[in-house]
């Protein structure tokens, strides 16, 4: 979870594809270069060397494109001689990059609604340029940027797909924004927020590999299932995280969700086993006193 890009094990799944998440780095660089200054530097800001994350996706992503394409080219399926295959594979590579470039988007939009000052261990765009407007302006420019790369790929069954996601996104993070206690408190609406939170973009991003792939449907839906797991899980860990990282661990303040007022999976959990903490959730945590309250359950 914790993976820095000098980390090659042996058997370790992200040395399969280190070189080709090299190339996606430098491409998602090239994807932002724009003549208006200001985009430029948040651009780069963001896709500078060092400030990469963990590259989770593109890594998940291109993993996938392995296991499928040794799948399709068993011998006798295989296209005429390694044309097909770059082919298929640069394809491919540019679901990953498509698929980081909303993640990015979608991150400068979260911290400029949680007014966020850290993100990836430094200060987050919207606090170094002191400006939530540029990093609205710059999360848009990325998304738009995305986009041109997705129609280049001429499948409107891909586009549709991770056209759909950015509804998710943005539908998800709505839900958090507006739930009442009733729903904050439901478990079966944590999964569907988390669903569109995280786990769409991996999941159909993983189908659209599938599917970019030359893979059955039936295959494609496997892809979408192992996503959609490997999303939600993901962002329970994440959230768990919250609760028990440091802010060098994590690049970022911790405890942000519960000072936030988010009521995420450990709290749920929680108040299955302890229900006199529905009264402290139900009080808001904007009183420090009550955050500090509800962690003695945890
Ligand atoms: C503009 C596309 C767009 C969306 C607007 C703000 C918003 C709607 C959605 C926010 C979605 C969001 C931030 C979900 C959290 C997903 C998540 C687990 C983020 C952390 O991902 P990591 O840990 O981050 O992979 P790094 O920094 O490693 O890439």
């Known amino acids: 979870y914790s993976y820095s890009s000098t980390h090659k094990e042996q058997n370790d799944p992200f040395s399969l594809v280190a070189d080709e998440l090299s190339m996606v780095a ?11 200054p200001k985009l430029a530097s948040a651009a780069e800001y963001f896709f500078k060397m060092g400030v990469e994350g963990k590259r989770f996706r593109p890594t998940v992503l291109l993993l996938m494109a392995t296991a499928m394409n040794i799948s399709i080219l068993e011998p006798s399926l295989r296209g005429p001689g390694d044309a097909l295959t770059k082919e298929l594979r640069a394809r491919q590579q540019r ?5 980081e470039m ?49 129609a280049s790929l001429k499948n409107t069954e891909v586009v549709s797909l991770l056209a759909k996601v950015v509804e998710h996104l943005v539908t998800g993070e709505t839900m958090q924004m507006t739930t009442t206690c009733e729903q904050r408190c439901s478990m079966e609406y944590y999964m569907q927020k988390t669903y569109y939170k995280t786990a769409s973009l991996i999941s159909n991003s993983c189908k659209a590999i599938a599917l970019l792939g030359g893979q059955t449907a039936e295959v494609a839906m496997l892809a979408y299932e192992y996503g959609k797991n490997l999303g939600l899980a ?35 959990f929680a108040m299955e086993e302890f229900p006199q903490l529905r009264e402290v959730v139900d009080r808001g945590f904007d009183d420090p006193a009550n955050v500090d309250l509800a962690l003695d359950y945890l």
Do not use: W
């Open 26 to 36: 430098n491409r998602l660089r090239l994807m932002v270069v724009t003549e208006v």
């Open 95 to 99: 679901i990953a990059e498509i698929t």
């Open 102 to 150: 909303i993640h990015v988007a979608s991150l400068l939009h979260d911290d400029v609604l949680d007014d966020a000052d850290t993100r990836r261990g430094i200060g987050s765009l919207n606090f170094v340029m002191g400006n939530k407007q540029l990093a609205v302006l710059a999360g848009d420019f990325l998304l738009s940027r995305a986009c041109v790369a997705l």
């Open 234 to 268: 993901y962002q329970l860990i994440d959230d768990v995280l919250d609760f028990t990282g440091t802010s060098a661990s994590l690049g970022k303040g911790s405890l942000s969700d519960i000072r936030h007022g988010i009521i995420t999976a450990p709290i749920l």
